[in-house]
């Protein structure tokens, strides 16, 4: 892989769809996920194993992974029963979120962060095959505890370590961090991790691409993103959406780094989210006027 290569994790289908309230057709679904995967992406959340009475849009994930078989898919589980039934359905690699802040975990899983590091145990007895990633909300801060200390989020990066994890990614699950905290985190952190890390971003107080660029000065090659900049923490007051993949790209395209996306192809996925799902995008590169760009890269 070269040097100024960056992998962008789509999250849109799960982090995204989680947080539209009306009912998206299975089939709709399939057909945005399908179009990111022509779009480039290999890296891809597509669903949740959740409970429905929680997150009831995420309730055909079992479908949703079937029907992608034949794709590198990746899904979030809360608990060692979402890891059960995502297993049984096909799923090859999870998304396992632990809240570094207690007060988040209880909100999110009603359990102590300590006893959802606990369950991942279990799941990595039960499913050793599969591909792991620790996701761990609120690492730049929470919303009812506020600041969130480094020593803590070191704390369960050496917890995942030592339970032999695929892969961490570090969340800002309310977009409250800022270049500065996350250079400062990643400084602290990093030395530590021998393993692949992300940052999964939102874009709550418009330093969504800022800390993203930050972490990329840091060393970090992985980042997460959702087309449009849908999503936003059901369990997180104040969690705007994600910072959006195509203004993710255009960034990063017009820096002179590379990724597997054909941006074109990734703003024709966002006019179908606006036309199927949302009609209402926060993302900079959706609602930029064609003309805008002629004449110019625009991170093409």
Same mark, same amino acid.
Request: with cysteine; net charge neutral; charged share 20%.
């Given at each position: 892989?070269?040097?100024?290569?960056?992998?962008? %994790?789509?999250?849109?289908?799960?982090?995204?769809?989680?947080?539209?309230?009306?009912?998206?057709?299975?089939?709709?679904?399939?057909?945005?996920?399908?179009?990111? +995967?022509?779009?480039?992406?290999?890296?891809?959340?597509?669903?949740?194993?959740?409970?429905?009475?929680?997150?009831?849009?995420? /309730?055909?994930?079992?479908?949703?992974?079937?029907?992608?078989?034949?794709?590198?898919?990746? %899904?979030? %589980?809360?608990?060692?029963?979402?890891?059960?039934?995502?297993?049984?359905?096909?799923?090859?690699?999870?998304? +396992?979120?632990?809240?570094?802040?207690?007060?988040? #975990?209880?909100?999110?899983?009603? /359990?102590?962060?300590?006893?959802?590091?606990?369950?991942?145990?279990?799941?990595?007895?039960? +499913?050793?095959?599969?591909? %792991?990633?620790?996701?761990?909300?609120?690492?730049?801060?929470?919303?009812?505890?506020?600041?969130?200390?480094?020593?803590?989020?070191?704390?369960?990066?050496?917890?995942?370590?030592?339970?032999?994890?695929?892969?961490?990614?570090?969340?800002?699950?309310?977009?409250?961090?800022?270049?500065?905290?996350?250079?400062?985190?990643?400084?602290?952190?990093?030395?530590?991790?021998?393993?692949?890390? *992300?940052?999964?971003?939102?874009?709550? /107080?418009?330093?969504?691409?800022?800390?993203?660029?930050?972490?990329?000065?840091? *060393?970090?090659?992985?980042?997460?993103?959702?087309?449009?900049?849908?999503? *936003?923490?059901?369990?997180?007051?104040?969690?705007?959406?994600?910072?959006?993949?195509?203004?993710?790209?255009?960034?990063?395209?017009?820096?002179?780094?590379?990724?597997?996306?054909?941006?074109?192809?990734?703003?024709?996925?966002?006019?179908?989210?606006?036309?199927?799902?949302?009609?209402?995008?926060?993302? /900079?590169?959706?609602?930029?006027? #064609?003309?805008?760009?002629?004449?110019?890269?625009?991170?093409?």
């Amino acid at each position: 892989m070269e040097d100024n290569f960056i992998t962008i %994790v789509e999250v849109g289908p799960r982090d995204g769809f989680q947080s539209i309230k009306e009912w998206i057709p299975t089939k709709t679904k399939l057909m945005i996920i399908k179009a990111l +995967y022509e779009a480039g992406f290999t890296n891809m959340e597509v669903g949740a194993f959740v409970s429905p009475k929680a997150i009831a849009q995420m /309730r055909d994930a079992s479908t949703i992974v079937q029907e992608l078989k034949e794709y590198p898919t990746t %899904v979030l %589980v809360p608990n060692l029963y979402g890891a059960k039934a995502a297993f049984e359905a096909g799923a090859k690699a999870i998304t +396992y979120v632990v809240s570094v802040s207690k007060s988040h #975990n209880m909100a999110n899983v009603r /359990r102590t962060p300590q006893e959802s590091l606990e369950a991942l145990k279990e799941i990595k007895q039960a +499913y050793p095959s599969l591909h %792991v990633k620790l996701a761990l909300a609120t690492s730049f801060g929470c919303p009812f505890e506020g600041e969130i200390p480094i020593k803590a989020v070191a704390n369960m990066v050496r917890f995942g370590q030592e339970l032999n994890v695929d892969e961490i990614c570090l969340a800002d699950t309310i977009g409250i961090a800022n270049p500065i905290q996350v250079q400062k985190t990643l400084k602290a952190l990093m030395p530590q991790i021998d393993r692949p890390l *992300g940052l999964h971003l939102h874009d709550t /107080r418009g330093m969504g691409l800022a800390n993203a660029f930050a972490a990329i000065n840091e *060393g970090v090659s992985m980042i997460e993103s959702a087309v449009g900049g849908i999503g *936003g923490c059901p369990f997180a007051p104040g969690a705007a959406g994600n910072i959006a993949s195509e203004d993710l790209v255009n960034m990063l395209h017009s820096m002179g780094f590379k990724t597997s996306i054909d941006l074109d192809k990734l703003l024709k996925v966002s006019e179908l989210i606006k036309k199927h799902v949302s009609p209402t995008l926060f993302s /900079r590169m959706a609602n930029l006027p #064609n003309s805008t760009c002629k004449g110019v890269s625009c991170g093409k």
